[in-house]
């Protein structure tokens, strides 16, 4: 690689925001957001600023409005310039997107994200004011802070467990001392030096499934739309619920949409995740491509992707070099949903507690992760008492896609752009609005009813979840066996 190739893949798309003027260690474009405060922002980070009535909005990254998709950013940022701070965290629930809105207005100076935190806040706390950033590893770098000497902390991160997690954390917790996450559903207010919990909030209503398809497939639909319409994109489509639904969303623009799926080691050319798409692309003449994302790797950009983060991961290099040797003028758009509560929790009427979901979360022989759990617990019941939220979906939703979610998302960033169509509070909040036992495994019957308005015959195809193991589901949920199992299983007694 030329140098100027490897100088732009340092620290690609991430942005550093200082207290004072500071020494870039990648390129950037220089922005001052207060008297105090400067952003550098990488040079491929869309960045769109906005000042007016002495406020000042910065967006990094995308937002996307499925009402208007024709909107640009700038037209968004400017919809959003009318109103205050509060409303603002209400209105970005209708969005879709990759972000961070950094809101000041004088002294004051605000940063939120998208719903599942796609794109990072990471926060160190210094005598000379807050800094942030989008990865750890860039503050830790500009600070010179050292690892944590917790040695806990350190096991967590030297286990198999996080090597299986995609080297994912665990809560606002990082490998560096003094280093925390925002999580998803909370914002960072600079002048009190804190984070806050802002959703949820209320209750959240509950709508017929029939009614809330529809709303829900409008949104789908809209969202791709809007994406499709400002960037050529590529669509990974397997056997899954998820990524068929975005693929029917699709059905009146298949002509600007790049449909593959990535040939990955344990697969063959009659798995189901290879054959089904592939089966159902030919029969609605839609163009399908198998890819084989391993191909030699240049040294210059593995070395640069380890050095903007050693604990990124290492199965997933392949892929990362192929999307940025062969479609890194693409948008990819992964099909993860944050409505896999009860899905991935299975038993629904179980007593939550902070060392239950560490053993669902894999982490409960690590003390630091059940007390934090619990501390979660504690605060939702104290921010929102009256709501009518399952824990086990916001802990899905904040712990799982807040982390694990993003992980993969943010390490490709040396290469090409992630935006999940189903990134948005208010569709999130709009599936988990029907009865749960319309999104259970196995049969998911709310996921196949929103396909089924957006395109039904992608339906004569069996989607995964119905397959395989989940036929002996299907069985032991219909003799009512199945949550009995499932709490057997994970110990939920």
Known sequence: ?????????????????????????????????????????????????????????????????????????????????????????????????????????????????DATAARKIYYCRQEEGDWFSSRPQLLANVLNIEKTDDPEL?????????????????????????????????????????????????????????????????????????????????????????????????????????????????????????????????????????????????????????ENNEFASRKYLPLIYNYYVNFRDRVNLPGNTATAGCEWFRATKMHITGKRLAKRNRVDRWQFAVEYYDQWIREIREHAPDTNMKLYDLFYWEERMGNWGGQTTMDKDIAQEDINPFNSRNLVMLYLSVPPKYLEIPFFKFYLEVIRHLWPELLHLPVKSRCIKNTIFQVMKTVGVLNFYFKIRYSYF
Request: aromatic residues 12%; glycine residues 6%.
């Open 1 to 113: 690689m030329k140098k100027e190739e490897i100088e732009r893949l340092r620290f690609r798309k991430q942005y550093l925001l200082s207290p004072r003027p500071v020494r870039c260690p990648f390129l950037y474009s220089e922005y001052q957001v207060t008297d105090r405060y400067r952003l550098y922002a990488h040079p491929d980070l869309k960045v769109n600023e906005l000042q007016k009535n002495g406020t000042r909005l910065f967006l990094l990254g995308d937002l996307f409005d499925y009402r208007s998709p024709e909107k640009l950013n700038a037209e968004i940022l400017q919809d959003l310039s009318t109103l205050g701070f509060r409303e603002i965290l209400q209105e970005i629930g209708e969005y879709c997107g990759r972000f961070v809105l950094i809101h000041a207005q004088g002294d004051a100076l605000k940063l939120v994200h």
């Open 154 to 306: 350190l096991d967590y991160y030297r286990s198999d467990v996080f090597v299986e997690k995609d080297c994912a954390g665990i809560g606002d917790f990082t490998i560096y001392k003094g280093i925390r996450q925002v999580m998803p559903n909370h914002y960072y207010d600079v002048q009190g030096s804190a984070v806050h919990r802002y959703w949820p909030e209320g209750k959240n209503g509950a709508n017929k499934p029939e009614e809330a398809a529809c709303r829900c497939a409008a949104m789908v639909k809209g969202f791709m739309e809007s994406i499709t319409r400002r960037y050529e994109v590529m669509l990974p489509v397997t056997g899954g619920k998820d990524s068929r639904t975005l693929l029917a969303a699709t059905r009146h623009m298949t002509d600007r949409v790049f449909c593959y799926v990535n040939k990955m080691k344990h697969l063959d050319a009659p798995s189901f995740d290879i054959a089904t798409p592939e089966k159902l692309c030919r029969e609605h003449h839609i163009d399908f491509h198998v890819l084989d994302p391993y191909i030699p790797i240049d040294e210059d950009f593995e070395r640069i992707y380890f």
